[in-house]
T-cell receptor, first 109, second 118 residues
Framework: EIVLTQSPGTLSLSPGERATLSCRAS???????LAWYQQKPGQAPRLLIY???SRATGIPDRFSGSGSGTDFTLTISSLQSEDFAVYYC??????????FGQGTKLEIK | QVQLQESGPGLVKPSGTLSLTCAVS?????????WSWVRQPPGKGLEWVGE???????NYNSSLKSRVTISVDKSKNQFSLRLTSVTAADTAVYYC???????????WGQGTLITVSS
């Protein structure tokens, strides 16, 4: 089973700043089968990024994903108020099981 | 656009059975996608429960495998989750979701809170 570790656990930033979230896998995620989701309180997760770097439909271009192998990054270039949420990475390379990271909470500083 | 809607009782007694259904609209369940259940205990992260393909193939989280059954009803365009011998640790928001050709989870239901309590 691939274990995903996200860091930091909480990230405190101000609107307009750049956010960098990390997701590290316990073994290589080949073909970049990694996704990122955003979850706001009381809502279901929403797909942001798939294939490590492809934006899902309707996702603003301030969101970008990068990485390969065991190290992946989600970058939000200029934070908007609606971006403060919890972010999860998830691998679908070696499944079952589909595994999620423990999440990074992005909060307003 | 595919939409998913969970339904089921919000309260289940300890040692009882949790049963949920996910109705799929806006598209057929008989595609090359897989249909998943994901849960989230209050204040915690996401846990994949299991999934089914329209042909009946299933995959389950090994930590729940002995208690979980996922089934599909193609005539009703829905799939279901059954979890037996529940305890307070099974209290969570349960989401159904579509895995695009077995890959990422691109559509999610709104989620339903299931509380295990006497």
């Amino acid at each position: 089973e691939i274990v995903l570790t996200q860091s930091p656990g909480t990230l405190s930033l101000s609107p307009g700043e750049r956010a960098t979230l990390s997701c590290r896998a316990s073994q290589s995620v080949s073909s970049s089968y990694l996704a990122w989701y955003q979850q706001k309180p009381g809502q279901a997760p929403r797909l942001l990024i798939y294939g490590a770097s492809s934006r899902a439909t309707g996702i603003p271009d301030r969101f970008s994903g990068s990485g390969s192998g065991t190290d992946f990054t989600l970058t939000i270039s200029s934070l908007q108020s609606e971006d403060f949420a919890v972010y999860y990475c998830q691998q679908y390379n070696n499944w079952p099981p589909r595994t999620f990271g423990q999440g990074t909470k992005l909060e307003i500083k | 656009q595919v939409q998913l809607q969970e339904s089921g009782p919000g309260l289940v007694k300890p040692s009882g059975t949790l049963s949920l259904t996910c109705a799929v609209s806006g598209g057929s369940i008989s595609t090359s996608d897989w249909w998943s259940w994901v849960r989230q205990p209050p204040g915690k992260g996401l846990e994949w429960v299991g999934e089914i393909y329209h042909g009946g193939n299933t995959n389950y989280n090994s930590s729940l495998k002995s208690r979980v059954t996922i089934s599909v009803d193609k005539s009703k365009n829905q799939f279901s989750l059954r979890l037996t011998s529940v305890t307070a640790a099974d209290t969570a928001v349960y989401y159904c979701a579509k895995a695009d050709r077995g890959r990422y989870l691109d559509y999610w239901g709104q989620g339903t809170l299931i509380t295990v309590s006497s």
